[in-house]
């Protein structure tokens, strides 16, 4: 049932689930192949720690006040996910680990879930503001998700002002990227007020089979023969690359606080700008909307820095995850997507020039992404060990602290839909991505998705590193303002 929370340190909020709740998927006789985890996925997996917990999600904001039928509820909210949940194969998933991590993991894919367990709902303080939600986010994206179950979880906030309602679902990241995230967005929300006409219950779902411990042992066998042939082959393609990157990497920010220690703690915040404003910026500059989008982040940063004392004399080095998924692949969830390296030239005081610079250098960028492998990341991984489940790889993390983070933050820039989307017959007002941070990539990470006409930013960070979150999303509104005079 609803818990009440508010926003002091006393808040109390729904943590453990005691009434399960099943729903059971109905099954055809034929049985799928085997679907085992990539070296990406697993590597998306082995690397959470309690710091880093390595799920992506989004704050979904609903017009629930002008809804026809009223505000959402969590048994409708469950309905639908039992209905949509034959079409999204991620969300019926589980990982089984191979013993001793002998070799990579396996799907599972569920016969039931528990959408009691996956689908919460929290009542804040009635009234409660933007501020108060993201601090309900931020408490929950610094939680794991459970392993023994299917990776993901999602819950429906009320009590926000204006009527309004929020949903905030956060999934592994080892189980979806950034596209796979939008095909599932597809699935679960609808394009008219009317919903999608409810799945038959009797439609059969063909699920992927699983095999047992002793068949897992006895796949690992050969699979450790050929194990170093494919290392062998993936560092004489990976290597040249990275070697290369060294020198981008030695362009990174020594003195910003975006690459203090990472905590467990997290903080986010969001807003929203005209999509149509930032096109009139890049027409008038020859460019695109992710050169705008850079500018913007660059023009924030470079006052949230200024603000504080802190040394905008040299550029920042961003990294910008690029999706590698080609047509073929669209539909099969999973990781493809490589990272792209550009500086943000904060020193540059002239904000029109700024977004000729940001042009420039995602020319650069782009070039420098074309003559590298598209598969790099997975190259990378492929080097990695499963064994122990991942403990030869925080022990390298570990031991490399020091050296880390290798870019000063991450910036995303996820095209969506254009038209407005529904939830159960209520239109989705914005949403904003929450993303993950890293030992890698530092203690912030700002990414965007185009909807309806503007764009939605969302800003995760590590409150212990990088305080006043919200600066930066006024920041982001004052640097638009900024280019359009």
């Given at each position: 049932?609803?818990?009440?929370?508010?926003?002091?340190?006393?808040?109390?909020?729904?943590?453990?689930?005691?009434?399960?709740?099943?729903?059971?998927?109905?099954?055809?006789?034929?049985?799928?192949?085997?679907?085992?985890?990539?070296?990406?996925?697993?590597?998306?997996?082995?690397?959470?720690?309690?710091?880093?917990?390595?799920?992506?999600?989004?704050?979904?904001?609903?017009?629930?006040?002008?809804?026809?039928?009223?505000?959402?509820?969590?048994?409708?909210?469950?309905?639908?996910?039992?209905?949509?949940?034959?079409?999204?194969?991620?969300?019926?998933?589980?990982?089984?680990?191979?013993?001793?991590?002998?070799?990579?993991?396996?799907?599972?894919?569920?016969?039931?879930?528990?959408?009691?367990?996956?689908?919460?709902?929290?009542?804040?303080?009635?009234?409660?503001?933007?501020?108060?939600?993201?601090?309900?986010v931020a408490r929950r994206h610094g939680q794991p998700l459970d392993r023994s179950r299917p990776l993901w979880e999602c819950h429906l906030v009320s009590g926000l002002s204006g009527g309004r309602q929020a949903v905030y679902t956060k999934v592994h990241h080892a189980v979806i990227d950034g596209v796979s995230a939008a095909e599932i967005m597809a699935a679960i929300f609808d394009i008219c007020e009317t919903p999608s006409a409810?799945?038959?219950?009797?439609?059969?779902?063909?699920?992927?089979?699983?095999?047992?411990?002793?068949?897992?042992?006895?796949r690992s066998l050969p699979n450790a023969l050929t194990r170093p042939a494919t290392r062998f082959r993936a560092a004489v393609r990976a290597v040249p690359t990275l070697l290369r990157s060294a020198d981008d990497l030695r362009t990174k920010h020594p003195d910003v606080p975006f690459n203090g220690p990472l905590t467990s703690a997290r903080s986010v915040a969001y807003t929203s700008l005209p999509l149509d404003a930032v096109k009139?910026?890049?027409?008038?500059?020859?460019?695109?909307?992710?050169?705008?989008?850079?500018?913007?982040?660059?023009?924030?940063?470079?006052?949230?820095?200024?603000?504080?004392?802190?040394?905008?004399?040299?550029?920042?080095?961003?990294?910008?995850?690029?999706?590698?998924?080609?047509?073929?692949?669209?539909?099969?969830?999973?990781?493809?997507?490589?990272?792209?390296?550009?500086?943000?030239?904060?020193?540059?005081?002239?904000?029109?020039?700024?977004?000729?610079?940001?042009?420039?250098?995602?020319?650069?960028?782009?070039?420098?992404?074309?003559?590298?492998?598209?598969?790099?990341?997975?190259?990378?991984?492929?080097?990695?060990?499963?064994?122990?489940?991942?403990?030869?790889?925080?022990?390298?993390?570990?031991?490399?602290?020091?050296?880390?983070?290798?870019?000063?933050?991450?910036?995303?820039?996820?095209?969506?839909?254009?038209?407005?989307?529904?939830?159960?017959?209520?239109?989705?007002?914005?949403?904003?991505?929450?993303?993950?941070?890293?030992?890698?990539?530092?203690?912030?990470?700002?990414?965007?998705?185009?909807?309806?006409?503007?764009?939605?930013?969302?800003?995760?960070?590590?409150?212990?590193?990088?305080?006043?979150?919200?600066?930066?999303?006024?920041?982001?509104?004052?640097?638009?303002?900024?280019?359009?005079?």
């Amino acid at each position: 049932m609803p818990v009440a929370a508010s926003g002091t340190d006393t808040t109390r909020e729904e943590s453990v689930v005691h009434q399960h709740t099943r729903t059971a998927i109905s099954t055809a006789r034929a049985i799928g192949h085997v679907r085992q985890l990539d070296p990406l996925d697993l590597h998306l997996l082995d690397t959470e720690t309690s710091t880093t917990p390595l799920h992506i999600g989004a704050i979904t904001l609903l017009d629930s006040a002008s809804a026809p039928n009223g505000p959402l509820d969590s048994e409708a909210l469950r309905r639908l996910f039992a209905e949509r949940l034959p079409l999204v194969a991620p969300l019926r998933r589980r990982v089984r680990t191979v013993p001793f991590g002998l070799d990579l993991p396996y799907w599972e894919d569920c016969a039931e879930i528990d959408l009691k367990y996956h689908v919460r709902d929290i009542r804040l303080p009635d009234g409660a503001d933007d501020r108060e939600l993201a601090d309900y986010v931020a408490r929950r994206h610094g939680q794991p998700l459970d392993r023994s179950r299917p990776l993901w979880e999602c819950h429906l906030v009320s009590g926000l002002s204006g009527g309004r309602q929020a949903v905030y679902t956060k999934v592994h990241h080892a189980v979806i990227d950034g596209v796979s995230a939008a095909e599932i967005m597809a699935a679960i929300f609808d394009i008219c007020e009317t919903p999608s006409a409810a799945l038959p219950s009797t439609r059969e779902v063909r699920r992927g089979r699983t095999p047992s411990t002793v068949e897992m042992l006895a796949r690992s066998l050969p699979n450790a023969l050929t194990r170093p042939a494919t290392r062998f082959r993936a560092a004489v393609r990976a290597v040249p690359t990275l070697l290369r990157s060294a020198d981008d990497l030695r362009t990174k920010h020594p003195d910003v606080p975006f690459n203090g220690p990472l905590t467990s703690a997290r903080s986010v915040a969001y807003t929203s700008l005209p999509l149509d404003a930032v096109k009139t910026i890049k027409n008038s500059v020859d460019g695109t909307v992710n050169d705008v989008v850079m500018a913007l982040c660059t023009t924030a940063l470079r006052s949230w820095m200024r603000d504080r004392g802190f040394a905008t004399d040299r550029p920042l080095l961003a990294a910008i995850p690029v999706s590698v998924r080609t047509p073929e692949l669209f539909g099969t969830a999973g990781n493809q997507f490589s990272l792209m390296l550009t500086t943000l030239p904060i020193s540059e005081t002239d904000p029109r020039h700024r977004v000729k610079l940001l042009r420039d250098n995602m020319l650069v960028a782009k070039q420098r992404f074309r003559t590298q492998s598209s598969n790099l990341l997975h190259e990378v991984t492929t080097l990695l060990t499963p064994l122990l489940h991942g403990m030869p790889t925080r022990v390298v993390l570990r031991a490399a602290a020091s050296t880390l983070p290798l870019v000063n933050l991450l910036v995303s820039n996820v095209p969506g839909p254009q038209i407005p989307l529904y939830l159960n017959g209520i239109r989705v007002l914005s949403s904003h991505p929450v993303s993950v941070l890293t030992e890698l990539s530092g203690c912030l990470n700002i990414t965007v998705m185009s909807y309806d006409g503007h764009l939605d930013f969302g800003i995760l960070a590590c409150p212990d590193t990088v305080p006043d979150v919200w600066e930066i999303a006024r920041d982001l509104e004052d640097a638009l303002a900024e280019l359009q005079a």
